[in-house]
């Protein structure tokens, strides 16, 4: 079946956020294993107009990912446990700063994901590569955000050598 740009892009949006999409080929075929017929070159496009990035997992495989939803979106707590625990590889803290450490390009996947928490104590966050720095504000603990985002990640302090 053919679906209209707005379904289709819709359905790529879903795609992508419940699974790793390696390649535009394989896109088109998860589309067309549920029946939607679609060329590559169109996938291209939708990817384009959805503002689709190739990130870098974990063991090195890229993958598509949409971090720019509306800031006004508020990702679900799983969301964000998911995001950290597939991307966030070490948390550390100093004076009201947070510095997240990511695999190379997934650093903005996990800074969207954390805008969109609403975190309470999160002035807001910028994300480089492979780094998220995030300011707390100045009537907050940065430490217990830390440790939150850390145990979030699930990650070992780095001062705890137990």
Known sequence: MKLARPQRQHRIAQILSERAVASQAQLVEVLAAEGVDVTQTTVSRDLEDLGALKVRLPGGEGAY?????????????????????????????????????TPPGSAHVVGSALDRAGL???????????????????????????????????????????
């Open 120 to 162: 309470g104590g999160v002035v807001g966050t910028v994300a480089g590569d492979d780094t998220v720095l995030v300011v707390v504000a100045e009537s907050c603990d940065p430490t217990a955000i830390a440790g939150h985002l850390r145990k979030t990640a699930g990650v070992v302090d780095p001062g705890d050598h137990r």
């Open 65 to 101: 990912a949409l971090p720019d939803l509306p800031i006004h979106q508020v990702a679900p707590q799983d969301h964000l446990r998911r995001v950290f625990a597939e991307w966030v590889v070490q948390v550390a803290s100093s004076g009201n700063l947070v510095v997240l450490r």
